[in-house]
């Protein structure tokens, strides 16, 4: 049975284990942007023995590139990216504890496995109403790698951000159950 919940982000791993895949969100507090060429970014700085570019422990990474944003707005259009990109990365991120990934279509079996391990979700961000996402941004912040424009990281304050848990922290997937529904 699909449940309505208001999460306040950082998301604490107490919290992601309640959460069912169909449940929908509304999540309010800080979300960082991060496509796969900041994802690729971070994790060659750990490499180096750098530090990660901000707190990643029960973080929230939305997997999107902000447009910029026009005079009064704190942000463009945000619409979530294709979250196969980060596949090669979301092992690593989960390992360091993040507890939540927002974007779109499917996602690798290795990223399951760590989201299971680690205690993460998935959360389904609807593509092509970037628009409409970003009315629920407050707060926009570049706060790493600006020479990669669009896929710098941003630290966002959102309210009321909605989705849909498509994976929860036990590895059930709409993915899965909800084509079988309907493969007739």
Same mark, same amino acid.
């Given at each position: 049975?699909? %449940?309505?919940?208001?999460?306040?982000?950082?998301?604490? &791993?107490?919290?992601?284990?309640?959460?069912?895949?169909?449940?929908?969100?509304?999540?309010? !507090?800080?979300?960082?942007?991060? =496509?796969?060429?900041? #994802? &690729?970014?971070?994790? /060659?700085?750990?490499?180096?023995?750098?530090?990660?570019?901000?707190?990643? &422990?029960?973080?929230?990474?939305?997997?999107?590139?902000?447009?910029?944003?026009? %005079? !009064?707005?704190?942000?463009?259009?945000? !619409?979530?990216?294709?979250?196969?990109?980060?596949?090669?990365?979301?092992? +690593?991120?989960?390992?360091?504890g993040v507890s939540a990934f927002i974007g779109k279509g499917k996602i690798s079996k290795d990223v399951i496995d760590a989201m299971i391990?680690? &205690?993460?979700?998935?959360?389904?961000?609807?593509?092509?109403?970037?628009?409409?996402?970003?009315? #629920?941004?407050?707060?926009? /912040?570049?706060?790493?790698?600006?020479?990669?424009?669009?896929?710098?990281? #941003?630290?966002?304050?959102?309210?009321?951000?909605?989705? +849909?848990?498509?994976?929860?922290? =036990? !590895?059930?997937?709409?993915?899965?159950?909800?084509?079988?529904?309907? %493969?007739?």
């Amino acid at each position: 049975m699909r %449940k309505d919940f208001k999460l306040s982000a950082p998301l604490d &791993k107490d919290t992601v284990s309640i959460l069912d895949a169909g449940d929908s969100v509304l999540i309010s !507090g800080t979300v960082y942007t991060a =496509r796969d060429a900041a #994802h &690729k970014k971070m994790i /060659e700085g750990l490499n180096e023995g750098n530090n990660l570019p901000f707190d990643i &422990k029960n973080s929230v990474i939305y997997f999107a590139g902000p447009a910029p944003a026009k %005079k !009064g707005e704190p942000i463009g259009s945000v !619409g979530p990216t294709t979250s196969y990109r980060m596949d090669a990365y979301s092992p +690593i991120t989960l390992k360091l504890g993040v507890s939540a990934f927002i974007g779109k279509g499917k996602i690798s079996k290795d990223v399951i496995d760590a989201m299971i391990k680690y &205690k993460a979700v998935y959360i389904g961000a609807i593509g092509g109403a970037g628009a409409l996402l970003s009315s #629920h941004v407050i707060e926009n /912040e570049v706060i790493a790698y600006p020479e990669l424009g669009a896929e710098a990281v #941003h630290k966002l304050t959102v309210k009321d951000f909605p989705g +849909i848990v498509v994976i929860d922290s =036990r !590895g059930n997937n709409l993915y899965e159950t909800e084509y079988l529904k309907y %493969k007739k």
